[in-house]
């Protein structure tokens, strides 16, 4: 069993930089792929950017260039730092991880840019 943590979400101006931190703990031999997800409001959940074990990344298109994810394997952390953010932006940030076959999800942590 995991459990997911976010933490670092908030309010912050168009233009901004914001840094979303997930810890996972709980009984588990190892964490695999972990990433961030966010939903706006009236909108699917989409994904932001993964990261695997070897810390290879993927991200979205619209978050390329903006947005880096990081992991720290020794402390089963996540990390996502978020640049010139814009208030399209605007969504409720899900921390996601795998760990043996099953999937985790935390309880997520908002962000708000104001334009």
């Known amino acids: 069993q995991v459990r997911l943590v976010e933490s670092g979400g908030g309010l912050v101006q168009a233009g901004g930089s914001l840094t979303l931190s997930c810890e996972a703990s709980?009984?588990?031999?190892?964490?695999?792929?972990m990433a961030w997800y966010r939903q706006a409001p009236g909108k699917q959940r989409e994904l932001v950017a993964s990261?695997?074990?070897?810390?290879?990344?993927k991200s979205a298109d619209s978050v390329k260039g903006r947005f880096t994810i990081s992991r720290d394997n020794a402390k089963n952390w996540v990390y996502l730092q978020m640049n010139s953010l814009k208030p399209e932006d605007k969504a409720v940030y899900y921390c996601?991880?795998?760990?043996?076959?099953?999937?985790?999800w935390g309880q997520g942590t908002p962000v708000t840019v104001s334009s």
């Open positions: 996601n991880a795998k760990a043996e076959i099953l999937v985790y």
């Open positions: 709980g009984s588990f031999y190892r964490i695999n792929d």
């Open positions: 990261i695997t074990r070897g810390a290879n990344t």
